[in-house]
């Protein structure tokens, strides 16, 4: 069984066992390719569910700037309306980048995007108490793990999964788009059919997970509404249940010493440890 280390500024080093699946044999030779070098360097999209109040105040007031300069309106930004807000600025980012862009209009709009997204994961936290934490290693914008794209194959769709469970080493999201469980997070009600695209493909970008569980009977029934909602197949091009829908994420281990983790508070002092570092090196081990 193949692991995974991972190294952390503040020290810390945790060990990923890799799930026995072709992907997940696929995806360590791609990171095994990767060098810290590569990796998107940007203070908001690394880790996610970390921050306080004064942080998301900041980085919104940031995120008006950047819609404000490309020439977009940002809506309010508050309990009842950030879902809508973030949602409707949004719908004009892919759009944006058939556009021939100056570098300066090229990296706001970048930047505009990452802090869509780090919002979508602090409020959701802050307004909706989901308790979501995830470190990412981002490699989407490093030519070289582009060239070295790679697909899933077409029997192992069975190991997305929408729940982001503590100890979690999955894939991320590699396009410029949103998958189901993105759309259904945002409640997203505004992007249209072309801005859905299931996972289909991979590189070595990916996600640690170190959110508490939900009531995961309960996602799954709202998730199964939203659907329906947003038009159902009709709308997504699958069937609710068809695994290459790709619901989610596609998971390729888990932390090996999880069982240290059953509890709340060691759970919570881990988090604590990480909340202020980043992931600076990993080591692949046979």
Same mark, same amino acid.
């Given at each position: 069984?193949?692991k995974?280390?991972?190294t952390?500024s503040?020290?810390t080093?945790?060990?990923y066992?890799?799930?026995?699946?072709?992907?997940a %044999?696929?995806?360590?030779s791609l990171l095994?390719?990767?060098?810290? !070098?590569? @990796?998107?360097?940007? /203070?908001?999209n +690394?880790?996610?569910?970390?921050s306080?109040?004064?942080e998301?105040?900041?980085?919104a007031?940031?995120?008006n700037?950047?819609a404000?300069?490309l020439?977009?309106?940002?809506?309010?930004?508050d309990?009842?309306n950030?879902?809508?807000?973030?949602?409707?600025?949004?719908v004009?980012f892919?759009?944006?980048?058939?556009?021939?862009?100056t570098?300066e209009k090229f990296q706001?709009?970048?930047e505009m995007?990452?802090l869509?997204h780090w919002l %979508?994961?602090?409020l959701?936290?802050?307004?909706?108490g989901?308790? !979501?934490? @995830?470190?990412?290693? /981002?490699?989407? +914008?490093?030519p070289?793990?582009?060239d070295?794209?790679s697909s899933?194959?077409?029997?192992?769709?069975?190991?997305?999964?929408t729940?982001?469970?503590f100890?979690n080493?999955?894939?991320?999201?590699?396009?410029?788009?949103?998958?189901?469980l993105?759309m259904?997070n945002?409640?997203?009600?505004?992007?249209?059919p072309a801005?859905?695209?299931a996972?289909?493909a991979?590189?070595?970008t990916c996600g640690l997970?170190?959110?508490?569980?939900?009531?995961?009977a309960l996602?799954?029934?709202?998730?199964?509404?939203?659907?329906?909602?947003?038009?159902?197949?009709r709308?997504f091009?699958?069937?609710?249940?068809?695994?290459?829908?790709a619901?989610g994420?596609?998971?390729?281990g888990?932390?090996?010493?999880?069982?240290?983790y059953?509890q709340l508070?060691q759970?919570?002092a881990?988090?604590?440890?990480?909340?202020?570092?980043h992931?600076?090196d990993w080591q692949?081990l046979s």
């Open positions: 069984m193949q995974v280390n991972f952390y503040c020290g080093r945790l060990t066992e890799l799930d026995d699946t072709q992907t %044999e696929i995806w360590v095994s390719q990767m060098d810290s !070098q590569f @990796l998107l360097r940007s /203070d908001v +690394h880790k996610h569910g970390f306080d109040r004064e998301i105040k900041t980085r007031i940031r995120l700037r950047c404000a300069y020439g977009f309106h940002l809506e309010p930004i309990r009842q950030w879902h809508t807000a973030l949602n409707n600025l949004h004009n892919p759009g944006f980048f058939k556009q021939k862009l570098p706001t709009a970048h995007n990452l869509i %979508e994961y602090e959701v936290n802050l307004y909706g989901k308790n !979501q934490y @995830l470190f990412n290693l /981002d490699f989407n +914008h490093e070289l793990a582009y070295l794209k899933i194959p077409d029997n192992e769709f069975d190991h997305f999964s729940s982001l469970e100890g080493l999955h894939l991320h999201y590699i396009f410029i788009g949103r998958h189901f993105e259904f945002a409640q997203d009600f505004v992007c249209p801005h859905f695209r996972q289909h991979f590189n070595a997970v170190f959110s508490e569980p939900q009531d995961e996602s799954n029934a709202e998730m199964h509404a939203y659907y329906h909602q947003r038009g159902g197949k709308f091009g699958f069937e609710y249940e068809d695994p290459k829908f619901k994420f596609f998971r390729l888990r932390l090996q010493n999880i069982a240290e059953a508070e759970r919570e881990l988090r604590r440890k990480l909340k202020n570092s992931i600076v692949v």
